[in-house]
Nanobody, 124 residues
């Protein structure tokens, strides 16, 4: 069982940056692939970025490429999402997710554990 707690969301202006964190329980964090998803009102949940257990393999959605960076610190059981040059269309609830595995995964149904989410609001 893995418990995930996101933090770092907030209200920012377009062009600003935020760093989201997701702290995970458990002793084998490196055995879990991690992903960041987001869901805007009236829209489906979508993958933003994903990272393998070792951190050596990373995926970004097109919307995140060049602006967002996913990373993890296995010693701290934490995965991060650095978001730069934020846009109003980045406004959403951001969730982190975990599943066992050695690669990254981008479909929400592929993940077993989810956090409760953190709100990111970007004003224009």
């Amino acid at each position: 069982q893995v418990t995930l707690v996101e933090s770092g969301g907030g209200l920012v202006q377009a062009g600003d940056s935020l760093r989201l964190s997701c702290a995970a329980s458990g002793r084998t964090f490196s055995a879990y692939a991690m992903g960041w998803f987001r869901q805007a009102p009236g829209k489906e949940r979508e993958s933003v970025a994903a990272i393998s257990g070792s951190g050596g393999s990373i995926y970004y959605a097109d919307s995140a490429k060049g602006r967002f960076t996913i990373s993890r610190d296995n010693a701290k059981n934490t995965v991060y999402l650095q978001m730069n040059s934020l846009k109003p269309e980045d406004t959403a609830v951001y969730y982190c997710a975990a599943r066992g595995g050695t690669k990254w995964y981008i479909k929400s149904y592929e993940y077993d554990y989810w956090g409760l989410g953190t709100q990111v609001t970007v004003s224009s």
